[in-house]
């Protein structure tokens, strides 16, 4: 069974940095690109940013480029996202997510964990 379990939310201020972490069991781990995703309150979930097999390859939204950064561990079976400069509008419940192949569509993506709130007071 395939579990994504995310880590590392909360309350943040505006400039703030957090780190989110997302531990994987179930599959293999280094077969898998990994993405993460977000969805505010009234708005549909949006890519944030995704990681390939190897973590050489990288792409990211725009809003969020220059900020976020995705990193994995593919001994620990671990993906990260190192947020900073956050912003109000960054308030979302995030997602991690695999998929065999890099993408930022949400319906390329096999496997999701079940979220972590991330709020950025202003």
């Known amino acids: 069974q395939v579990q994504l379990v995310e880590s590392g939310g909360g309350l943040v201020q505006a400039g703030g940095s957090l780190r989110l972490s997302c531990a994987a069991s179930g599959l293999t781990f280094s077969t898998y690109a990994m993405g993460w995703f977000r969805q505010a309150p009234g708005k549909e979930r949006e890519f944030v940013g995704a990681?390939?097999?190897?973590?050489?390859?990288?792409i990211y939204a725009d809003s969020v480029k220059g900020r976020f950064t995705i990193s994995r561990d593919n001994n620990k079976n671990t993906v990260s996202l190192q947020m900073n400069s956050l912003k109000p509008e960054d308030t979302a419940v995030y997602y991690c997510?695999?998929?065999?192949?890099?993408?930022?569509?949400?319906?390329?993506?096999?496997?999701w964990g079940q979220g972590t709130q991330v709020t950025v007071s202003s």
């Open positions: 990681n390939s097999r190897t973590g050489m390859g990288k």
């Open positions: 997510a695999a998929t065999q192949s890099l993408s930022i569509r949400l319906k390329d993506y096999d496997y």
